[in-house]
């Protein structure tokens, strides 16, 4: 483990602990007092966030880590993890269409809970970024001799302005959003363990595409 | 009604009074314990109804405590919940098999802790040789293996069958994807891991697909990521 990694733990760790007893506190306080629900409800909010922080912050340090080491590599159908993820995402956006279709083999080497993670997080922007009636096209297909995951939302884009910038850690389009700027970074470290390049491109008020372009094995 | 009992061993005082507040406000009795060792004889003199074990006790005592717990039939049969770090992935899986009931990972939500809890303790009062399980429109009917929501037979295979009954019977629980192989296709049959996630993917179906129900019960088969699924009515948190 390096210096960097480990300082990362340690720090998740024992902020976990004060987090533990603001949030609980918080949660108490929350169910007692009508008249401050507003308030506590925003603090519940934020003290989550810094959870999700450093839950994604010791998960990328992990990954930084891991490249490093010999990560764990095995037959992975890609197929399979793409459809369960599709599946999961619909349960949580019952009113959103999730089209999934598989158009060329699906078995790759690779890391399965990473693959599902990266995927998972990429279906989760797709599904926060459109509209409640919103279309996710998820599509695993072959180009020119590379084999790609394509989802396409038809969502509110990203301004052109973001976008050379948007896997930069830390980097949030909407400061208003509840998101925490590592996702697409975590997606970016994942893909380059499996040799795999992410591509993004966005029409503003449009949606947005997002490509996972592995090579042919 | 007398107010069940819950024992919470934790060594940070700030976590075990917070705990204990919010339990005591959710009426509940709490005893308190810092150490393993005033944990057990707390278990021993005072007979908690559930336990709240911290599994970062010094020198891995939570886990002898379990052990120790499992050895001695007049505590054997106390549940226990664990509250795990996020960043312990192996420490879970480790946990549940070495005999933990379920498990909160810090920063844990009150809310849903308690919901555990009772649920816990509803789970381990009522006996395990039920023939039939309810939750809301969704009913299983061991006799006529059959599966109903909102009194309507759905369409379901024999393993997503068992699958659902294993579930059922142990609800708010999240398992490893081993241990539901081991329980629902029996432990001694070779079956790659993966073939769970193909199972829970036909259950979720059966369950969306049918009838005109304004619950999606699919909704319910949760995926706890990095250990495995649970099945659950509480609302589900990214």
Same mark, same amino acid.
């Given at each position: ?6 300082? +990362?733990?340690?720090?998740? /760790? ?9 949030s609980?506190?918080?949660e108490?306080l929350?169910?007692?007092h009508? #008249? ?7 603090m ?14 010791v998960y990328?340090t ?15 159908? =890609?197929?399979?993890? =793409?459809?369960?993820?599709?599946d ?13 279709a ?7 080497q690779?890391?399965?809970?990473q ?12 599904? #926060? ?14 180009v ?11 969502g ?7 976008l050379? /910038? ?18 697409l970074? =975590? %997606? ?9 390049c ?7 008020g ?12 | 009604?007398n107010a069940?009992?819950?024992? =919470?061993? #934790? ?20 005893? #308190? ?9 707390? $278990? ?20 002898? $405590? ?12 106390v549940?226990?919940i ?27 939500s009150?809310r ?10 509803r789970?381990?009062a ?8 309810r939750?809301?429109? $969704? ?12 009194d ?8 997503e069958?068992?699958l659902l009954r294993?579930?059922?019977?142990n ?9 539901i ?7 001694n ?8 996630? %193909?199972?829970i @993917? ?5 369950? @969306? ?14 995926? +706890? ?14």
């Amino acid at each position: 483990m390096t210096d960097n990694t480990r300082l +990362v733990h340690e720090l998740s /760790r024992e902020l976990r602990a004060p987090l533990t007893v603001i949030s609980g506190y918080l949660e108490t306080l929350y169910d007692t007092h009508e #008249e401050w629900q507003a308030p506590f409800d925003r603090m519940i909010k934020q003290s989550n966030r810094i959870d999700r922080l450093l839950n994604d912050l010791v998960y990328l340090t992990r990954l930084e880590e891991a490249e490093n080491e010999a990560a764990q590599v095995a037959k992975v159908d =890609i197929a399979a993890v =793409i459809q369960m993820v599709t599946d999961e995402q619909r349960l949580y956006h019952p009113n959103k269409t999730f089209s999934y279709a598989s158009s060329t083999q699906s078995d790759i080497q690779g890391n399965g809970d990473q693959l599902y993670t990266a995927f998972t997080k990429l279906l989760e922007n797709a599904g #926060e970024n459109t509209a409640p009636d919103g279309c996710i096209e998820v599509l695993w297909h072959e180009v020119n001799g590379t084999r790609v995951l394509c989802i396409k939302d038809n969502g509110v884009g990203i301004e052109p302005q973001h976008l050379p /910038r948007i896997t930069d850690r830390f980097y949030r389009t909407d400061l208003n959003s509840d998101g925490v700027g590592l996702g697409l970074c =975590i %997606v970016k470290s994942i893909l380059e363990h499996h040799s795999a390049c992410l591509r993004i491109s966005s029409e503003f008020g449009k949606g947005t595409a997002i490509e996972c372009v592995f090579k042919l094995e | 009604m007398n107010a069940k009992k819950i024992l =919470i061993v #934790e060594d940070e005082i700030a976590i075990r009074e917070m705990i204990r507040t919010s339990l005591e406000m959710a009426g509940f009795e709490c005893l #308190e314990a810092g150490d393993a060792q005033d944990a057990h004889i707390q $278990l021993v003199d005072n007979k908690p109804d559930l336990v709240l074990l911290d599994w970062m006790l010094p020198g891995n005592s939570g886990l002898e $405590l379990i052990r120790r717990m499992k050895r001695d039939t007049s505590i054997a049969d106390v549940p226990v919940i664990m509250l795990t770090a996020r960043t312990d992935e192996d420490n879970k899986i480790q946990g549940l098999n070495s005999g933990a009931d379920d498990y909160v990972t810090k920063p844990f939500s009150v809310r849903e802790l308690i919901a555990r809890i009772k649920a816990l303790l509803r789970r381990s009062a009522s006996s395990s040789e039920n023939s039939s399980y309810r939750m809301q429109g $969704l009913q299983l009917d061991d006799k006529s293996h059959r599966v109903y929501i909102d009194d309507e037979a759905i369409d379901i295979g024999p393993t997503e069958y068992k699958l659902l009954r294993f579930f059922m019977a142990n609800e708010d629980r999240a398992f490893s994807r081993s241990q539901i192989l081991d329980n629902v296709w029996g432990g001694n049959v070779y079956i790659e891991e993966r073939t769970v996630d %193909v199972h829970i @993917r036909r259950l979720r179906n059966a369950l @969306r697909r049918a009838g005109t129900s304004p619950i999606d019960y699919g909704l319910y088969i949760q995926t +706890v990521r990095g250990t495995g699924y649970r099945f659950s009515s509480l609302v589900i948190q990214k």
